[in-house]
Nanobody, 125 residues
């Protein structure tokens, strides 16, 4: 059974940083495409970063170098470092895994078949 459990969210002031983590069980984060999505009220769920099994990352254009996605293979964890946080980064951040699915794009929700519950990030100005 696959489980993805996020942690690391919180309330921070604009300009601060957070490191989100996604602990995986039932699959190896190094063997599948993983991604971070965020969702806030009134907005569509948005993919912000992804890393494929080869270790190549990709980011949403609006990240502007502030996001870094990485894997900790020893701990089977996916991480997202967010620097220079802005109020518009406030959202619930979820990790997702694509295991045996049809690839429809790194930012397509349909590419991913396992999802975590998410961790809330709130950025105040």
């Amino acid at each position: 059974q696959v489980q993805l459990v996020e942690s690391g969210g919180g309330s921070v002031q604009a300009g601060g940083s957070l490191r989100l983590s996604c602990a995986a069980s039932g699959l190896r984060v190094s063997s599948v495409r993983m991604a971070w999505f965020r969702h806030s009220p009134g907005k569509e769920r948005e993919a912000v970063a992804s890393i494929n099994s080869g270790g190549s990352p990709v980011y949403v254009d609006s990240a502007n170098g502030r996001f870094t996605v990485s894997r900790d293979n020893a701990n089977n964890t996916l991480n997202l470092q967010i620097n220079s946080l802005k109020p518009e980064d406030s959202a619930r951040y979820s990790c997702a895994a694509a295991a045996g699915t049809t690839y429809l794009g790194w930012d397509a929700t349909q590419t991913y078949n396992y999802w975590g519950q998410g961790t809330q990030v709130t950025v105040s100005s």
